[in-house]
């Protein structure tokens, strides 16, 4: 019984920094997701925009920083809905 605690003891933590690596990938594509729907879609300067900012997006956009998994497919969304290609998931 000791052994099979210990055993599962090791496992769970060599599991935790595979999550936060995990983790640190959402958040770093995130963040490229945020900066290239800013770039090509809120940015009121562009002209050639092929749709207004969304508030729901912007909500998305400032919850990369707590909750990327979450924000993630919003941002995504709405790229593909602006034609705007998706960065490369590293």
Do not use: W
């Not at 003891?9 to 990938?25: D, E, K, W």
């Not at 290239?36 to 998305?60: F, P």
């Amino acid at each position: 019984m000791t052994r099979m605690f210990t055993t599962l003891m090791v496992c769970a933590a060599a599991a935790l920094p595979v999550s936060a690596l995990a983790q640190s990938g959402d958040d770093a594509y995130c963040s490229a997701l945020a900066n290239k729907y800013q770039r090509y879609v809120g940015d009121n300067a562009v002209q050639h925009r092929s749709q207004q900012r969304d508030a729901t997006v912007d909500v998305a956009i400032t919850g990369c920083a707590t909750n990327a998994s979450a924000s993630i497919p919003v941002i995504e969304q709405a790229l593909k809905n602006a034609q705007v290609s998706l960065p490369p998931r590293i």
